[in-house]
Structure formats: structure tokens, C-alpha cells
């Protein structure tokens, strides 16, 4: 079963824009990490954040973890028709080994 | 490219029959996990092998099984294929550290049930 859902699933923006994903997750966990997808094929890791930080930045990446809320968000600055791709948040619950738990995922369509 | 190697990259199976997915881990990692997308999900944990043991599976019948070898390669074999199991299924490696662990994931098999 899914972890949790992503919001929205899809999205489209102009190049240059930024783009905002949100991710809620169910259970406590160790922490919360982002992955990207390109036309169905393999997932390459984003970025990782830890349940007991707030915020994390990777270049145009930024990534914030509300555990009260069990929700994260992920920002692309500067969007670029390279970023076009599924992004999928994952989580690591508490006492779950290293297994990934995945949401539902967020289509980005960047246009030019 | 993440180093993690899967084989074949497309199959088409019947009804019943059964099918063995390969995968190559990166260098240095000692655990692999496999997951099954189907179109338009997030991926769904199936199981993961380290050093050779199961350590840990996900909601799948027992049709489903794997290996993993002593290089660290892994076999995902699925018995009795159904519709269902269509799906694109993933492999990914990573070095057991204990938290924190960063996975790699391979490119995928895309399976077509028919």
C-alpha cells in the first residue's frame, strides 16, 4: 500500500517558474526522501531529510518536513524543461528496516 | 547512470507462465531490494536480500521470490503469472550503514502479462 499521497498529481509550468510539490505521509518515520522519474523508467535520488531536521537544500532543491503535520514539500527553483519528470517523495518508517515506502507521485510538465 | 544493471529491459509473458528478472548491483553495495510500479503508482516494496538472506518483504504472495548471490547480484522469479503483474519491476542496491541509506536504482523490467 502507499504511504501517502502527493499533491497535486499533475503539474505544468513555464521554464524559468517554480515548482512546488507537497507530500503527506501516515506514520512516524526516520525520514523522508525525494526521487525523481523520468517516462517510466528508473528513480534517481533527489535529496534525503532526516526526521529530526526542518529544511534541506541541494542546488535548485529545497525541502521542508513538518512532522506534526506529517506532510513535506518539495521546491524546484528556476524551473528548466530538463526538470519535466515524475517526483515521488519516500519515506523510511520508524522500525522499517531501509524499506521505502512511496506516495503516489506528482507529474511535472516544465514547458518552454 | 547509477551502476545497477537489470535484465531484460522489456518481456512479454502468458498466463501462468513464469519469469526470472536479473539484477546487478553497484559495486561495493551488499543489499538489494526489488519493487513493482504499476502504471500510474509509486512503487510498492516487494522484498529486500542482504548478504544472501531475505531481510524483509513486502505484500506479495509467495509466488513471488528472489535470490540473492554471492557477487551481490539478486533474481526476482515470479511464479503463476497473473494479469495483474504487469508492471515495471525495479531493483535497487545500496551499502547497509545502519541509517540513512541512499538506494540505486536500475533502470527496470517492463513485464506485460497477456
Known amino acids: 500500500s502507499q504511504q501517502g499521497e502527493e499533491d497535486p498529481q499533475a503539474l505544468s509550468i513555464q521554464e524559468g517558474e517554480n515548482a512546488t510539490m507537497n507530500c503527506s505521509y501516515k506514520?512516524?518515520?526516520?525520514?523522508l526522501q525525494w526521487y525523481r522519474q523520468n517516462s517510466g523508467r528508473g528513480l534517481v535520488h533527489l535529496i534525503l531529510?532526516?526526521?529530526?531536521?526542518r529544511e534541506k537544500h541541494s542546488g535548485r532543491l529545497r525541502v521542508t518536513l513538518d512532522t506534526s503535520k506529517k506532510s513535506s514539500s518539495l521546491l524546484i527553483t528556476a524551473s528548466r524543461a530538463a526538470d519535466t519528470a515524475s517526483y515521488f517523495c519516500a519515506t523510511v518508517m520508524t522500525g522499517g528496516g531501509n524499506k521505502l515506502t512511496f506516495g503516489t507521485g506528482t507529474q511535472l510538465k516544465v514547458e518552454l | 547512470e547509477t551502476g545497477v544493471t537489470q535484465s531484460p529491459t522489456h518481456l512479454i509473458k502468458t498466463r501462468g507462465q513464469q519469469v526470472t528478472l536479473r539484477c546487478s548491483s553497484q559495486?561495493?553495495?551488499?543489499?538489494v531490494s526489488w519493487y513493482q510500479q504499476a502504471l500510474g503508482q509509486g512503487p510498492q516494496f516487494i522484498f529486500q536480500y542482504y548478504r544472501e538472506e531475505e531481510n524483509g518483504r513486502g505484500n506479495f504472495p509467495p509466488r513471488f521470490s528472489g535470490l540473492q548471490f554471492p557477487n551481490y547480484s539478486s533474481e526476482l522469479n515470479v511464479n503463476a503469472l497473473e494479469l495483474d503483474d504487469s508492471a515495471l519491476y525495479l531493483c535497487?542496491?545500496?551499502?547497509?550503514?545502519?541509517?540513512?541509506?541512499?538506494?540505486?536504482f536500475g533502470s527496470g523490467t517492463q513485464l506485460s502479462v497477456l
Open positions: 535497487a542496491s545500496s551499502q547497509r550503514t545502519g541509517r540513512d541509506e541512499k538506494l540505486f
Open positions: 506514520t512516524s518515520i526516520n525520514n
Open positions: 531529510i532526516r526526521s529530526n531536521e
Open positions: 559495486s561495493g553495495h551488499n543489499t
